[in-house]
């Protein structure tokens, strides 16, 4: 054997380029599954947030349908066909459904927390140039040292 400048490699120098040729492999075959089961468990988990929204989603729309007592009216403020509606609140049950009403009641009931407003200074009667600078704030301009 020899490399590229005709020099013979000896079989010590090509044990030790297989070996690290090996060590790479067997490190990126690491990385490989390790990504699998990263990538894998990311997927699970978004698949379980995925069901919650969806099953909240669907507790939802049978709470409005009930709260609503016409699904005409449900359809055409939320621009979803009646029939979408139903599908969706179909696998609900009514307690379910009930308890999502008085969980909407429970929190509409609730006081809110109301920001007090800051009384606004009155604003000045003549507005400021932007572009001027009071003297004590910035620096005079007749030492050019401090120049940009």
Avoid: N
Avoid at 52 to 74: I, K, N, Q
Avoid at 90 to 111: C, D, G, M, S
């Amino acid at each position: 054997m020899s490399t590229g400048d005709g020099a013979p490699v000896s079989p010590a120098e090509l044990r030790k380029r297989v070996r690290a040729a090996e060590a790479l492999q067997a490190k990126t075959r690491e990385l490989a599954a390790a990504d699998v089961l990263m990538k894998r468990d990311a997927a699970k988990k978004a698949a379980q947030v995925k069901e919650t929204a969806d099953r909240e989603a669907r507790e939802a729309v049978a709470a409005a349908l009930r709260l609503f007592d016409d699904p005409g009216l449900v359809s055409s403020l939320l621009s979803i066909p009646v029939e979408e509606l139903e599908k969706d609140a179909k696998p609900v049950t009514a307690a379910r459904a009930k308890e999502v009403i008085e969980a909407l009641r429970e929190r509409a009931e609730r006081p809110r927390a109301r920001r007090r407003r800051v009384p606004r200074p009155e604003a000045p009667s003549q507005p400021t140039a932007a572009g001027t600078v009071p003297a004590s704030a910035g620096a005079s301009g007749s030492d050019p040292s401090h120049a940009l």
